[in-house]
């Protein structure tokens, strides 16, 4: 197993800290299922101690889990700890993983702590995790910017005391991919008891190396991952999974390395997360963009119909791109739409079924034909973003006139269970509806992002809109999909309304 490379996927943690990308319960289990059948080895789930929310989901997950493990964060602190091990400890395999800082920067100013003190913090700590379960990771946080020699003090203290996975984070996204590799390198190969644990790497992407440092650390002999899909994460985001797990394989014959990634699974859970947190995948992304695939100038088009491999290193279909298929229409029965959508990973109970059949039918009447996404969009719609406080009913919208009479939109909706109407202008069809809607639930918020995506192509394509809002508590996204895009719209708006009304309701996130 020496040259098998290990994925730790956090998109469910660091992920998840990406500004905007808060998931509900429900979106968080399917995307763990999804992440199971793409075959990663260890979800991070999250982050137990930073608010009941994510202790709960940490929870729900291990229960949920088979086969891979689940990890939970927590800091050197031993409440952090228990609690985490209270949300993991249910999972077949579950893992504690703890950080501390070790750069001098974090030392003096964010910790305040000597380096005596960090060792010994970190023994301790260590100890503590290793009196519940053998499977804990120690991560050195700011590892590419600490002493190399203090590092394997650090290392050697934490494997000592239990660790059996030792990651070495770049945090802020600072080293290059030589120098990163020679320290990693060094750990490796100054650290005493190095041959007992498991060196793992976490890079995040503030110079857009995150991918680059990964690969440079596996191919000096760390052997485990952090990476995020699409590689979403704290501030310019993570290591992206595909891009690792695909430039271990295109390139297996550089690398030698073995992964369990099951690469056709990859576009799938990628778009899944897009549709989940509402970011529309850029067209340019490697491996799931739009565009990865498809050859524009006459020249490449050309080389591609006389042999597929002159420009291109891999095929749509090894990370799962053969094209959404026709699957579900007007005549397909209750048990087709539910094999259907249990093949795409959700799991519905009887109830969801019948609110998921329902809309089936109806869009298949003003749709031809269905593909996944837009099965995906509309499981989305009906279960995962039910909304709590705010429910849309009814909306109406006329375009201006050319008397010069302005936009003017109509809407019914649902606040706390509570029938209201409203109507009102607006500068255009979007605004009227969103101003109306601002007055029923009596709240405004600062509209900081407005986008329209086409899921499928076609002119009855459904329409993806992604709305984010700001208020004092925080930012929030909301996604809504319709034929309609004016109706895809206000979803979307309100979808956003509920998630800032759950933030407020639990303001003492911390992250
Ligand atoms: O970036 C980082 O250092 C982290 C650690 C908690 C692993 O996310
Ligand atoms: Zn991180």
Redesign the pocket.
């Known amino acids: 197993m020496r040259n098998r490379v290990y994925f730790f996927d956090t998109t469910l943690r660091?992920g998840e800290q990406s500004p905007g990308a808060t998931m509900n319960l429900q979106e968080k289990l399917a995307l763990a299922r999804q992440l199971e059948k793409l075959g990663v080895d260890v979800i991070e789930a999250g982050f137990p101690a930073s608010s009941a929310g994510d202790f709960e989901s940490v929870k729900a997950i291990a229960a949920q889990a088979r086969g891979v493990q689940v990890a939970g964060?927590a800091r050197t602190i031993k409440a952090d700890i228990d609690r985490c091990w209270e949300a993991v400890k249910c999972a077949e395999n579950p893992r504690l993983h703890i950080?501390l800082a070790t750069s001098p920067l974090h030392m003096e100013y964010k910790l305040r702590k000597s380096p005596e003190e960090v060792v010994a913090i970190a023994e301790a700590s260590v100890r503590h995790c290793a009196s519940y379960t053998d499977n804990v990771e120690f991560?050195a946080?700011?590892a590419s910017r600490s002493d190399a020699d203090f590092l394997c003090r650090v290392v050697e203290t934490a494997i000592r005391a239990g660790a059996r996975v030792i990651?070495l984070?770049d945090?802020v996204g600072y080293a290059q991919p030589d120098e990163f590799a020679a320290l990693v390198r060094y750990v490796m190969e100054n650290t005493p008891n190095a041959d007992k644990a498991i060196f793992g790497v976490?890079c995040?992407n503030d110079l857009g190396l995150g991918v680059a440092n990964t690969l440079a650390a596996l191919k000096v002999g760390a052997r485990q991952a952090?990476v995020t899909l699409n590689g979403i994460g704290?501030r310019a985001g993570n290591a992206s999974l595909e891009e690792v797990a695909m430039a271990l394989s295109v390139r297996k014959d550089y690398y030698g390395l073995t992964h369990n990634i099951v690469t056709e699974q990859i576009y799938p859970s990628c778009r899944m997360l897009s549709m989940t947190i509402g970011r529309p995948i850029p067209g340019h992304k490697a491996i799931v963009g739009e565009n990865a695939f498809a050859h524009e100038s006459g020249v490449h088009q050309d080389g591609m119909l006389k042999h597929r491999e002159t420009y291109e290193i891999m095929t749509p279909e090894s990370v799962g791109r053969a094209g959404s298929k026709l699957v579900i229409g007007k005549h397909s029965g209750r048990n087709a739409v539910r094999n259907k959508f249990e093949s795409m990973g959700f799991k519905l109970n009887e109830t969801e079924l019948n609110l998921v059949f329902e809309a089936v039918k109806s869009l298949a009447d003003r749709k031809k034909n269905l593909h996944d996404d837009d099965l995906m969009a509309l499981v989305h719609e009906e279960i995962y973003r039910m909304p709590d406080r705010y429910r849309l009913r009814h909306v109406s919208v006329q375009s201006s006139d050319a008397d010069g009479v302005p936009p003017t939109a109509a809407v019914i909706m649902d606040v706390d269970g509570k029938e209201k109407r409203g109507a009102g202008f607006g500068a255009g069809p979007v605004d009227a509806l969103f101003n109306v809607i601002a007055d029923i639930v009596g709240r405004k918020a600062d509209l900081e992002q407005y986008a329209v995506n086409a899921i499928t192509g076609g002119t009855d394509a459904l329409g993806e809109v992604t709305v984010r809002l700001r208020s004092e508590s925080g930012a929030s996204v909301g996604r809504g999909a319709h034929p309609d895009i004016l109706v895809a719209s206000a979803r979307a708006y309100v979808n956003a309304l509920n998630s800032l009304a759950k933030l407020e309701s639990e303001p003492n996130r911390e992250k």
Do not use: K, V
């Open positions: 660091d964060l950080f991560s946080e700011d990651n984070p945090t976490h995040h952090e704290e």
